[in-house]
């Protein structure tokens, strides 16, 4: 996917014309191409190659984020590539991102633009197809007021603020990721009921909401920092107000090669019930509540203790 070959290849082309367009090698790009034909992404007309109706599904137009996922010059391409220093994590315990690049995964999405805007598409495309369960899977009612900590471009936020008119809300997310957000919110008609602010998790949250909510945020992060994380919600939650965790959760939703994923490239891991209540008790919260949500992820719901 790196060389976007489905994309170049959906009008019949020779190989030396590729070849020259990347400057390849025409001899090793006939070799991939011959294997791709064997794989059925590619079929041979001629001396021509031309994608097929399956390898269309990797075209960026699919729109099923495989495009942005296989493609190691965007985040999550490269971040694969870490797994050849997997040894190093067992080990250690920790991510072998910074092993392999000299920096963690989230310092090289703020040192290249290009790779925050591949990750918030792959977030994007990977709850897409979730967002009406969590809307439906959940009672919103008894929230007046809800703050998205880390929202990413809002999404679901939005699916949440069209299905219950009388919520407002607040989502943070770095700079970058927020004036995504805010454009879109602008778009679909919500930019009155909710205000978007740049900003870290890990620093002080808009207090009194009736609710925070975390999607995929703390398998992201080792025990200290997922800690950190709820202690920031819990602050500024208060007595009254209530904390969602929606993520994978080791023995309701969770798959083993993405508590591997979670390991290598941030140095954290899908987490099991017990070992929420011990991070939750850790940030002075209560682990009230957890729930199969979706056909991959959990709801966690706490309360400060």
């Known amino acids: 996917m790196t ?6 290849l959906r009008a019949p082309a020779t190989v030396e014309k590729v070849a020259a367009e990347l400057d390849l090698s025409p001899v090793a790009l006939d070799v991939l191409c011959g294997h791709l034909v064997s794989l059925g992404v590619l079929e041979r007309i001629s001396d021509q190659y031309l994608t097929t109706s399956y390898g269309k599904n990797l075209c960026a137009e699919a729109e099923n984020g495989l495009a942005n996922l296989l493609d190691l010059n965007r985040a999550a391409g490269r971040a694969e590539l870490a797994f050849v220093e997997l040894e190093h994590s067992i080990r250690t315990g920790e991510a072998a991102y910074a092993r392999r690049y000299g920096q963690d995964f989230w310092a090289d999405l703020t040192a290249n633009p290009r790779l925050r805007t591949a990750f918030d598409q792959q977030m994007t495309n990977r709850f897409r197809e979730e967002i009406p369960q969590v809307v439906a899977g959940i009672d919103w ?15 679901l936020l939005a699916a949440l603020l069209e299905a219950n008119p009388k919520l407002r ?39 009194g909401a009736d609710g925070y909510l975390l999607v ?43 508590d591997l994923v979670m390991l290598v490239h941030f140095g954290g891991r899908e987490r099991r019930v017990e070992e929420f209540g011990t991070l939750a008790s850790a940030a002075g919260l209560i682990l009230t509540n957890a729930t199969a949500l979706t056909g991959q992820r959990g709801l966690l719901e706490f309360r400060v203790g």
């Open 3 to 8: 060389l976007e070959l489905p994309d170049r």
């Open 141 to 155: 009612s008894g929230f007046e007021t809800l703050v998205d900590v880390g929202g990413g471009r809002g999404d």
């Open 169 to 207: 809300a607040q989502l943070i997310d770095l700079e970058a990721t927020a004036a995504q957000a805010q454009t879109m919110f602008e778009e679909r008609g919500l930019a009155d009921r909710v205000e978007v602010r740049g900003g870290s998790f890990f620093d002080p949250l808009p207090a």
């Open 216 to 258: 995929d945020i703390l398998h992201n992060w080792d025990d200290e920092n997922a800690r950190r994380i709820l202690e920031r919600c819990a602050e500024a939650a208060g007595p009254s107000g209530r904390i969602l965790a929606i993520e994978a959760v080791s023995g309701i939703r969770a798959r083993t090669e993405m």
